[in-house]
């Protein structure tokens, strides 16, 4: 742990790589040389200009992007997207799948009913209710009730708050849209098989309030033409992302994290660490012979985040504040679910990670 700092288990914003923070720090001052901070630079400045194009550049090749996709960096979260998808894509006589996996996905589908019912959209049908099952895994193929001619399918491939992940993309007839936004950049993801994939920038690719969308030309050019320009993902294609001021600094944050995964050995080498960080965590659960209790059905676990619960939420709290007092920070589980959550993005050092499983050790030896 350098000087200073926590080992911060948020679930994002969350912890960034410590050669990009010590970049960003310099940026802020003069960037590149050129006199002027990274928050002061004109979107419309030839530096910024390179600035997009080289994070386009970075984020094709991380993700394996030919000239088919098109690369847009928008903003308002991955939840004003849980709007825009229904808006662009389903049209009113229509149904979309939108499995139930947990948080987030039970948004979009909220958000996608809202907007039917406000007669904006078609209507959203749902082919898997995990709600049944507390959300302690993703669907297997089996247990998908897909719609006939579904406009789209959209699932969340990382289930950030349970902590369940799907070991591979669902195999549909209708378009694949995927919400990667807890797990960009920490597995390999088939394009191939996908239409639109989305993440929201604070877990793996740096600073809130940015979206990164990568979607197939053909689709855009068969969306809803008559939205507002800001509601539009071909509206923001044509624009170049930039039908208004962009999240400049995001966009340059974002660069510099595609850049360090790719310096550090590409996404086969951040998933490869990263089930290893998670593999000393969940054998921490398993060895405790049943004082941690996994929210995930082992054969769906995440390995961004792990969460899981104590015998009763007085130990969860005693738990969090114990390792709150050790410099282990940010564990308590999301607000809807409670119990402890552990997220540990590509950036996350294995040190802290080490540390958390040892505390877990002690912890059960005298609270068990
Ligand atoms: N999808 C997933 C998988 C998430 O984890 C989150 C945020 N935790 C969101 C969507 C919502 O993102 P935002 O708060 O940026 O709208």
Known sequence: MATGRKFNFSAGPATLPESVLAELREAVWSVDGTGIGLLEHSHRAEWFMRVAADTEAAVRAAFGAG????????????????????????PLDAVADYPDTDVWSAKAIREGRALHEAGLCGRVAVPFDGQTSDYDHAPAQTELRCSPQAAYFHYCSNNTVRGTRFATAPRV???????????????????????LIYATAQKNLGAAGLVLVLARRELLARARRDLPSMLSYAAFEKAQSMPNTPHTTGIWLLGRMVRWVLTEGGVAEMERRAAHR????????????GFYHGLSRPDCRSHMNVSFRLPSAELDSHFAREAAAQGMVTLEGHREVGGIRASIYNAFPLAGVQALASFMREFAKSNG
């Open 67 to 90: 000239e088919d996709w098109s690369v847009t960096f928008m903003q308002g979260g991955a939840s004003l997207h849980f709007n825009l998808l229904p808006l662009n894509f389903l």
């Open 278 to 289: 998670a593999g000393l965590l969940y054998a921490e659960i398993d060895r405790s012979g």
């Open 173 to 195: 007839d209708a378009p694949l849209f995927c919400d990667v936004s807890s797990e960009a950049l920490s597995r390999p993801i088939d394009l191939a098989r996908h239409s």
